[in-house]
């Protein structure tokens, strides 16, 4: 905690993900897919600064490139829902102004929003002293989004339920990633309706749904050994075919990335952020640099780094 102009503040870093591995089930009734996911927290982040204040609002900035269109700063916007929602599970009855600064693309499907609300809850906890323990935050976490809490804990992890039930996943070494953004971001319901709706017409191709999905040992032993060939061999995201359906211009910019030596490119979530799965640093580099050439937005990032942590 700082006391700068003697207003007590403290500073959260939250991550950004990409998982490795999405496999969608069947929807449920409460409007969500059962999933089997595996997440890589990347080296994108966060950074929230929860201060001391009477009442609850928000300021929100971003980095070079992240467009702040569509994202809400009234109670719409979910660090603000995590704050109010920490303050309510635990009666705390005065306020905070939340400073927000993104470097994690907007509606991209790399979780920044869900980034936000675990920095917050984690940031508000540390600020108004109120000490829940990570099970209560996890809690908390879950019931602001299926991501939220995998943004707390980071690193890799397999994710089940709605992706919030999680489980750590042993991971050796370093994996280094190219990620192309795209101007305009996608909706994560649509993806999802999308993905029903090809399911739907092309019932006979795809087989039953998974009714309860796994994720693939394969990259279980990948992550562990920390082999970039053997994981870009077992990459998967059921979301996709709906994202490419939604914005079919990302297909050949996948293909680019591939053909320019990327290992593998995927989705990243349901996008449409896309991920480029590399050999080595150098590698990550000039891939990034051709991408640029190309004229696409790209950026190097590596994984796996923690989850949300206070950092002043
Ligand atoms: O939990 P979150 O707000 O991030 O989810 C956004 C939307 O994505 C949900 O309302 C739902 O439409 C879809 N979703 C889903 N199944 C999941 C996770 C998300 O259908 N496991």
Redesign the pocket.
Known sequence: MTFAEEIPSVRVRAPGKINVYLE?GA?QDD?????ATAFQAVSLYEDVVATMADTFSLTVTGADGVDLDGVPTDDRNLALKAALLLADATGYEGGVHLDIHKQVPVAGGMGGG?ADAAAALLACDALWDTRLTHQELHRLAAQL????PFALKGGTAVGT???DVLNPALARGRFDWVLVTSEEGVS??KV??ELDLHRERHKVDIGPVAQTPSVDVEVLHALRAGDADMLAASLRNDLQVATLRLRPDLAAVLELGEASGALAGIVSG?GPTLAFLCASPEHALELSTDLQRAGHASLHVHGPVPGARIVG
């Open positions: 969608v929807l409007g969500y897919h059962e999933l869900s989004g299926a991501d939220v339920g709605r992706g994560t319901p999802y309706g349901s």
